[in-house]
Nanobody, 115 residues
Framework: QVQLVESGGGLVQAGGSLTLSCAASGSIFSINPMYWYRQAPGKQRELVAMITNGGTTNYADSVKGRFTISKDNAKNTMFLQMNSLKPEDTAVYYC?????????WGQGTQVTVSS
């Protein structure tokens, strides 16, 4: 089973940008689709974005126009480019190949946006 590890989080001011990475231990070519989720303190885990092998993407309304999901099959890595960050984007971000609450989940990567 392919293991996924998130990285790239950090502290950024509102309006700033971050790019998260989701590195796989094996090929992601056949993993379809892949997801980015996030969970803010005291809130439920929510779907942020998803991407299919065909390149179809979907986004939560709250991030449309600001976030871009992509994947590089050659590097076995999925990305989440986050622009125009807002304090409400503060959360732990997770990647996975299954929808929440199924499967096993990593520790995620913390994104903190200061106002």
């Amino acid at each position: 089973q392919v293991q996924l590890v998130e990285s790239g989080g950090g502290l950024v001011q509102a309006g700033g940008s971050l790019t998260l990475s989701c590195a796989a231990s094996g090929s992601i070519f056949s993993i379809n689709p892949m997801y980015w989720y996030r969970q803010a303190p005291g809130k439920q885990r929510e779907l942020v974005a998803m991407i299919t092998n065909g390149g179809t993407t979907n986004y939560a309304d709250s991030v449309k126009g600001r976030f871009t999901i992509s994947k590089d099959n050659a590097k076995n890595t999925m990305f989440l480019q986050m622009n125009s960050l807002k304090p409400e984007d503060t959360a732990v971000y997770y990647c996975n190949s299954v929808r929440w609450p199924f499967g096993s989940w990593g520790q995620g990567t913390q994104v903190t946006v200061s106002s």
